[in-house]
């Protein structure tokens, strides 16, 4: 038996991780999974989502080949009649009612496969509707409007430097278990005990004590959705106390004046009964953080997922801002992606919203995004105007967005609904035609995403570790063929389109290594190969590491990654401001009117006072990634953990028993989950996990159903209650009501 030992990356998280895959080609087995010690990103660090890897390829649920909805039965169809059925259907319904009357859904997957994320906008395109919906709404919109006002590019996110940081504040975050969101980091809590270690201080603020906050120096429980709140009076305090620092960032950015005066009703004593937190708490980690010398202020889903997600992401911003922090050591910085897509360049058009709205509440869109929670009125409710048509990319809405009840019952009434996905889950049941993928092992990939997340600049490619099955194809090429048919155009036309594009759109930049390459050279230099990975050629060689198209130079190519089993590091994040502003005049509004039109709303909400009743958030766990992994046994197994956390005196109060279970109710629906009483959370708040809800008929998902169904939490989600400014559904601190069953 010959045995192989392969590197590549993990493609489940951002952390992006280094393994190594012990395999038997022959019988295409994994025989096992390790961290690469020589990865320079990751050292060896692996989390039990890696095995993941394996169990997706395994999977005997998973779908090989097109299946087509015959009654109440599937079955499994060729390739060009899968494609040509799709294309003949969604073109049938947009020649009929207009483009508007198609749908697309994007899921996070898609993030981690560099051949799907460089024709996912292609797909969208050629579908030529505006009634696009993504987990984005769902996770990190604001941070994404945030970065667009900001900073002029909506892609550009800040990004904590986490390896030379000395005060560490974290809000709404629980990095050692989600290896970092917005951050990608391999191994973070090594990263966390080594601010410690150098002296530095690790300060958690969460409605619950979460694995990260154990680990810190100390931990502050603040009311769900007053982020915003502690987060201004903060602010209130550095220029209360004098302690504003701008440094370099005074000669390029405007507004201070008017953020000091919109500071002035947030003070620590006036937020403190809304956000639970002591006001000489709140002076005290101001000016800790105004002192540091490396200060990062890192804010993630529960600062995102709330009523004021947009206020608390810009006010994040503020605070580094402010303090002299951003862009430089240890504070929030900008990465350097090899694939130059975050380089100086054109001032980009004005910022505006609501170039096209939502049928049934009028709802702007917002950086193309229209909020997730409005796609079940939008097919339901919307009369003439509804959706009849819904395209699902590596999503499954239903278990993922708020009322996923109501949304079930909508997508029965599609004229037509294609899922590009590898399970038939909670959402694809519905679908009339389903358009599997070959799984991460049959193809290679580059780590295309975590580069604009990574907090140290890298680079790294991945092969494949089986030939991909007869008979399957990677997502790329599923969605560009069906991408080509609704644009009357070859496959191979369409992807030499795509490339003349990016030769347009990088080759001959100035200042970068093929700033004096033609883009017929260039051309020639990148070969016939269809597919994503010329692409990322193109963009590695003409980036700010590249080659230039000169294979005897030092930098950079794909051939060159090919060639080394590990990631290459680039260097430390280097400050970039202002010269990587895409804004007018390369200049930071800081008071910017749009972030200061929800200010009012803020205050309104100080001066309603505390309010009253039990809040539900979310969290983490170290075994799951929102709906994808339940089905593979090795993450399956254990005790049940989709369960109801209780702090003990809410429990007495309300009549719940340790291992006993709990309705929970919301505005939009109700739900049963069992007990689990604990004191690492803030009393009145209580907390499911999300992703459960394996219970419905005509899936094919045999462990998660069997081993962890759980319930849904997005069942109690309010699909009508909205950051209005981001587009963002609040899936933290749901006002719910809780009894004993």
Same mark, same amino acid.
């Given at each position: ?382 009369? &003439?105007?509804?959706?009849? %048509?819904?395209?699902? *990319?590596?999503?499954? !809405?239903? /278990?993922?967005?708020? +009322?996923?009840?109501? =949304? ?17 889950? &909670?959402?694809?049941?519905? %679908?009339?035609?389903? *358009?599997?993928?070959? !799984?991460? /092992?049959?193809?290679? +990939?580059?780590?295309? =995403? ?292």
């Amino acid at each position: 038996m010959l045995l192989m030992w392969i590197h590549r990356s993990c493609p489940i998280c951002e952390a992006q991780c280094g393994l190594r895959v012990q395999v038997d080609p022959a019988a295409r087995r994994v025989l096992r999974i390790e961290g690469d010690p020589d990865d320079p990103r990751s050292r060896g660090h692996l989390c039990p989502k890696a095995t993941a890897l394996a169990g997706l390829h395994e999977d005997p649920d998973r779908l090989r080949r097109p299946i087509r909805r015959t009654g109440t039965d599937w079955q499994e169809i060729g390739w060009d009649e899968a494609i040509d059925y799709a294309a003949e259907r969604l073109i049938q319904i947009r020649e009929a009612h207009g483009a508007d009357s198609v749908g697309l859904y994007i899921g996070n997957p898609t993030g981690f496969d560099v051949g799907a994320m460089l024709t996912n906008r292609t797909l969208a395109d050629a579908l030529a509707t505006p009634r696009a919906f993504s987990g984005a709404t769902m996770d990190h919109h604001p941070k994404i409007v945030t970065t667009r006002v900001l900073y002029g590019k909506n892609s550009m996110l800040s990004i904590p430097d986490i390896d030379r940081c000395d005060y560490f504040l974290c809000l709404g975050g629980n990095p050692i278990v989600s290896q970092g969101s917005l951050m990608s980091a391999p191994d973070v809590r090594g990263r966390l005990r080594a601010i410690q270690k150098r002296g530095g201080k690790l300060l958690i603020v969460d409605p619950r004590r979460t694995e990260t906050a154990k680990a810190a120096d100390e931990h502050l429980f603040i009311r769900p959705g007053s982020d915003a709140l502690f987060l201004f009076a903060l602010v209130h305090v550095l220029f209360d106390e004098d302690l504003v620092r701008l440094g370099r960032f005074e000669s390029f950015t405007d507004g201070v004046r008017e953020l000091h005066k919109q500071a002035r009703p947030f003070s620590p004593e006036a937020v403190a009964p809304a956000t639970g937190i002591a006001p000489d708490v709140t002076r005290r980690i101001a000016r800790e953080f105004a002192a540091a010398e490396r200060a990062c202020c890192y804010g993630r889903i529960g600062t995102c997922t709330v009523e004021f997600g947009l206020l608390a992401s810009w006010l994040v911003e503020v605070l580094g801002i402010l303090t002299g922090h951003l862009d430089e050591p240890g504070g929030l910085m900008f990465p350097r992606p090899a694939t130059g897509q975050h380089e100086p360049g054109r001032p980009s058009a004005e910022f505006e919203i609501g170039r096209w709205r939502t049928a049934v509440r009028d709802i702007p869109e917002i950086e193309s995004q229209l909020p997730s929670a409005a796609l079940a009125e939008e097919i339901d409710s919307a009369g &003439e105007r509804r959706l009849r %048509a819904l395209v699902t *990319l590596a999503g499954n !809405p239903v /278990l993922s967005t708020p +009322n996923g009840v109501r =949304l079930a019952k909508a997508l029965e009434q599609l004229d037509f609904m294609l899922s590009l996905d590898i399970y038939l889950n &909670e959402t694809t049941r519905h %679908a009339d035609l389903i *358009l599997p993928n070959a !799984p991460q /092992l049959e193809h290679e +990939n580059f780590d295309y =995403l975590t580069m604009t997340t990574a907090v140290r600049n890298f680079a790294r490619w991945s092969p494949s570790v089986f030939e991909a099955e007869d008979g399957t194809w990677p997502q790329w090429k599923v969605q560009l063929e069906l991408a080509a048919r609704l644009m009357g155009m070859t496959a191979e036309a369409l992807d030499e389109q795509l490339l003349e594009h990016d030769l347009a759109r990088f080759v001959g930049k100035a200042g970068l290594p093929a700033e004096h390459v033609s883009a017929a050279v260039a051309r020639e230099k990148l070969g016939n190969e269809p597919g994503p990975m010329r692409r990322v050629d193109l963009m590695l060689r003409a980036g700010p590491y590249g080659d230039g198209f000169d294979d005897a130079a030092d930098g950079l190519s794909l051939a060159k990654l090919r060639a080394i089993p590990h990631a290459v590091d680039l260097g430390p994040l280097e400050s970039r401001l202002p010269d990587l502003l895409r804004t007018p005049g390369r200049r930071i509004a800081l008071a910017h009117p749009y972030f200061l039109q929800d200010v009012p709303r803020l205050r309104a909400k100080l001066a309603a006072g505390e309010e009253q009743g039990l809040r539900l958030i979310g969290r983490r766990q170290n075994r799951n990634m929102n709906t994808w992994l339940h089905n593979l046994p090795v993450l399956a197994k254990g005790k049940e953990r989709c369960s109801l956390l209780v702090h003990p005196n809410d429990a007495m109060r309300l009549g719940l028993v340790p291992g006993g279970r709990a309705r929970v109710r919301s505005r939009v629906g109700e739900i049963e989950a069992p007990i689990e009483l604990c004191d690492d959370m803030m009393p009145g708040v209580v907390s499911l996990p999300h992703g459960f809800g394996h219970t419905e008929t005509g899936t094919r998902l045999a462990v998660a159903t069997r081993q962890q169904p759980g319930v849904n939490s997005n069942a109690l989600t309010d699909e009508e209650a909205l950051d209005p400014w981001s587009n963002t559904c609040i899936v933290n601190g749901i006002p719910v009501e809780v009894f004993r069953c």
